[in-house]
């Protein structure tokens, strides 16, 4: 699985940015998707993530009520909605794969994307 991330910029604290993430492969539709950021200085950290069907989802405390994930298997793509964005949330977001797995420990995605930066101004 080859993943592509994209939708990333810059926006004004409180704006909102969707994030896409296209994967390449015949078995996305197995896989659980997470989003990943990575802040200047700082490691890796778990932002939200679905299982297969998109019927699940799991998010990091200081997200909650503001993303939001999606994903449409027919399209292999899965989103990362973001609304009331706040200066912390700038980072480098990345997408990533996991085949039968949902949850939030980076070593159990097999598959990772690019990064796409999101910068929040205050």
């Known amino acids: 699985v080859q993943l592509q991330a994209s939708g990333g910029g810059l926006v004004q604290a409180g704006g909102s940015l969707r994030l896409s993430c296209a994967a390449s492969g015949r078995t996305f539709s197995s896989y659980g998707m997470g989003w990943f950021r990575q802040a200047p200085g700082k490691e890796r950290e778990f932002v939200i993530a679905t299982n297969w069907s998109g019927t699940m989802a799991y998010y990091t405390d200081s997200v909650k009520g503001r993303f939001t994930i999606s994903r449409d298997n027919a399209k292999k793509t899965v989103y990362l909605q973001m609304n009331n964005l706040k200066p912390e949330d700038t980072a480098v977001y990345y997408c990533?794969?996991?085949?039968?797995?949902?949850?939030?420990?980076?070593?159990?995605?097999?598959?990772w994307g690019q990064g796409t930066q999101v910068t929040v101004s205050s």
């Open positions: 990533a794969a996991a085949p039968r797995y949902s949850g939030s420990a980076p070593r159990a995605y097999e598959y």
